[in-house]
Every structure is written in structure tokens, then in C-alpha cells.
């Protein structure tokens, strides 16, 4: 079955600290991932996508996600967080028939001050 | 959120009632799609279209109907018979076109309450 497994509810760090959230992926064949962030009742935002090619994916707002094949991960970072960083961030795969995104859970986001 | 408009931002159901959200895009993209947010959920898949006239049910579709006459819109109907629609719903589009492999274009978000 295909899946995406965001294994925390909430990531706490610190302004200026590096961040990680988490995604692992279940899919056969060739994964195909992104990642959206949700600010509180809005819709959803495009931060990047994996395709093929560099694991390394840069995206929005200096976001950017390493993909590894061998973990079944695609996990985002940034370098140094933001306290407007703070939002729930959502990890997707495309199934398998090509037509619908599969999402995660979801991950909270808080960046201190 | 820019391209696809929801309407009403807020809405109030009684129990019983048919209620219709609203899901336009001017992107020109050929397929919609339907979730359902509940917190600590996710984005659950209601329904999606990938061209006019044409429809499939997602992970959740009972209690829940669509159509699509036109390619900018694709209403949604939660019914009588959705035992628990109090939830932020979100409607979202995608070109076909193979090489933006389905990413999505997502809407601002309807939240239906249940009175």
C-alpha cells in the first residue's frame, strides 16, 4: 500500500537553529514527493517537489529536502529557522496511478524566538 | 492561494441540510480535486476530476457528491447523509501535463460547522 508517515506531530527549535521535519515514503516504483506548508485556515503552498536527478531539492523561502532512497525518506530542512517559519507542513507522494496526491499527517512547526 | 477561490469562507450546516461549496480556478488546469482537513488527519481525498464531465471517488466519498460541467469548477455537495461534516474542506487543481508530475494548486479553504 502507499503512504507517507510523518513520525512527529510537532518540531520545536530555536530562531537562527537548523530545523529537520521528517517524511518517510511507501510507494513501489519511482517516488514522486513533495512538501506543502499551511498557515492557520489557509490553504495549502507549494514549497518543492522531488522528481529525479540531485537528492538534494532546494525550494521556497529557503527551504530544501534530501531525498534518500536507501531510507525511503524526504526529509525537509532549512539551515536557520525563522519564527514565520512556524506552520504545519505536510509531506506528500504521488500514488501510483499518476492521479492524486497521497499526503501525511502533518508536522507543527514552532520556531521560538 | 492565487487561481482558486472557495466560497463561503465560513459555513453553518443544521443537521438534515444538502450544503454546496464552491471551488473555481482561472489556471486553466484540467483536473480538481476535494479534501477533507480534520486536525491530526491529514488531507484526506473526497473526490477528483481530471477533465469535464468526468469524475472518481477518493478515499472518503460517501456522503458526498460533485459535478463538473465546466472545466474552471467543481462544486461540492456535502449531504444529510455525511455523519460528521464539521471540517475545513479544501479544493485544489493540477495541470495534466506529465512534467508537473500532479503538483497542486490549493484553494483558501471553506470551514463547515455543524449547528
Not at chain 1, 512538501?35 to 530544501?64: H, M
Not at chain 2, 472518503?60 to 461534516?85: C, D, H, M
Request: hydrophobic share 30%.
Amino acid at each position: 500500500a502507499q503512504s507517507v508517515a510523518q513520525p512527529e506531530d510537532q518540531v520545536n527549535v530555536a530562531e537562527g537553529n537548523p530545523l529537520t521535519v521528517k517524511c518517510t515514503y511507501s510507494v513501489s516504483g519511482n517516488p514522486y514527493l513533495f512538501w506543502y506548508v499551511q498557515y492557520p485556515n489557509r490553504g495549502l503552498q507549494f514549497l518543492l517537489k522531488y522528481i529525479t536527478g540531485d537528492n538534494l531539492v532546494k525550494g521556497s523561502y529557503g527551504f530544501e529536502a534530501e531525498f534518500n532512497k536507501s531510507q525511503t525518506s524526504f526529509h525537509l530542512k532549512k539551515p536557520s529557522a525563522l519564527v514565520s517559519d512556524s506552520a504545519l507542513y505536510f509531506c506528500a507522494v504521488l500514488d501510483q496511478a499518476g492521479t492524486a496526491l497521497i499526503f501525511g499527517k502533518g508536522t507543527t512547526l514552532s520556531v521560538s524566538s | 492561494d492565487g487561481g482558486i477561490t472557495q466560497s463561503p469562507k465560513y459555513l453553518f450546516r443544521k443537521e438534515g441540510q444538502n450544503v454546496t461549496l464552491s471551488c473555481e480556478q482561472n489556471l486553466n488546469h484540467d483536473a480538481m480535486y476535494w479534501y477533507r482537513q480534520d486536525p491530526g488527519q491529514g488531507l484526506r481525498l473526497i473526490y477528483y476530476s481530471q477533465i469535464v464531465n468526468d469524475f472518481q471517488k477518493g478515499d472518503i466519498a460517501e456522503g458526498y457528491s460533485v459535478s463538473r460541467e465546466k472545466k474552471e469548477s467543481f462544486p461540492l455537495t456535502v449531504t444529510s447523509a455525511q455523519k460528521n461534516p464539521t471540517a475545513f474542506y479544501l479544493c485544489a487543481s493540477s495541470t495534466r501535463l506529465t512534467s508537473s508530475y500532479n503538483e497542486q494548486f490549493f484553494g483558501p479553504g471553506t470551514r463547515l460547522t455543524v449547528l
